[in-house]
Nanobody
Framework: QVQLVESGGGLVQAGGSLRLSCAAS????????MGWYRQAPGKQRELVAV???????NYADSVKGRFTISRDDAKNSVYLQMDSLKPEDTAVYYC???????????????WGQGTQVTVSS
C-alpha cells in the first residue's frame, strides 16, 4: 500500500507565499517523476510543475518564475514553493508520483488527496 499525503494549503493574500508538501508512505522502492497538478472550479486539471528523478524540472508558463518544485528522495517527498501568488492560482492542488514498490514491480502512478489553495485579492 502506498499513499501520498499532502499538506500546506490554505488562504493567503495576493503577493503572498505558500509551501506545499507531499510525502509518499508505505512500500516504496524508488520514485521516478513527481509533480503537482491543480484544478480550479469549472476548469480542467492542469499540470503545474514536474521534477524528474534526475532533478530536471518543468513548469507551466503561468507559474514560471513564481513557483519552485523540489524533491527530497530520502524522505520520498516533493515540495512546491509558491511565491507572488495571484488570485488565479486559487485551486485544489494534487501531487502525484510514479512509484516502483519493489524490485521488478511496475512503475505505477499515485495521487495525493488534494489540498485547497485560496488566494484573495
Amino acid at each position: 500500500q502506498v499513499q501520498l499525503v499532502e499538506s500546506g494549503g490554505g488562504l493567503v493574500q495576493a503577493g503572498g507565499s505558500l509551501r506545499l508538501s507531499c510525502a509518499a508512505s508505505g512500500s516504496v522502492f524508488s520514485i521516478n517523476s513527481m509533480g503537482w497538478y491543480r484544478q480550479a472550479p469549472g476548469k480542467q486539471r492542469e499540470l503545474v510543475a514536474v521534477v524528474t528523478s534526475g532533478g530536471i524540472s518543468n513548469y507551466a508558463d503561468s507559474v514560471k518564475g513564481r513557483f519552485t518544485i523540489s524533491r527530497d528522495d530520502a524522505k520520498n517527498s516533493v515540495y512546491l514553493q509558491m511565491d507572488s501568488l495571484k488570485p488565479e492560482d486559487t485551486a485544489v492542488y494534487y501531487c502525484y508520483a510514479h512509484i516502483v514498490r519493489s524490485t521488478g514491480s511496475p512503475n505505477r502512478l499515485y495521487w495525493g488527496q488534494g489540498t485547497q489553495v485560496t488566494v484573495s485579492s
